[in-house]
């Protein structure tokens, strides 16, 4: 089993920065690939970016050079640094770890976008 603990969230202004940290319960953290979701109220929720064991990346075209993700194989975490932020990405951050068709997901930590 894998336990995931999303931190980092807040109020924040439009322009501002956050970084999301989510700590891993894991044995074998370099296998997984680690990534950020969000959710706001009625909506799907929205893959954000991915990190492989290896450190390749991948975001979506809304984030793409404002978030960077990166991952710590030793602490077992894995980060998420938001810059220029704005209201649109106003939502529940979601940490989710996925190897060998298992999918785990951290209780979302709140990030509020607004003047």
């Known amino acids: 089993q894998v336990q995931l603990v999303e931190s980092g969230g807040g109020l924040v202004q439009p322009g501002g920065s956050l970084r999301l940290s989510c700590a891993a319960d894991?044995?074998?953290?370099?296998?997984?690939?680690m990534g950020w979701f969000r959710q706001t109220p009625g909506k799907q929720r929205e893959w954000v970016a991915w990190i492989t064991g290896g450190d390749s990346t991948s975001y979506t075209d809304s984030v793409k050079g404002r978030f960077t993700i990166s991952r710590d194989n030793t602490k077992k975490t894995v980060d998420l640094q938001m810059n220029s932020l704005n209201p649109g990405d106003t939502a529940v951050y979601y940490c989710?770890?996925?190897?060998?068709?298992?999918?785990?997901w951290g209780q979302g930590t709140q990030v509020t976008v607004s003047s």
């Open positions: 989710r770890a996925h190897y060998a068709g298992k999918i785990y």
């Open positions: 894991v044995s074998a953290f370099r296998f997984y690939v």
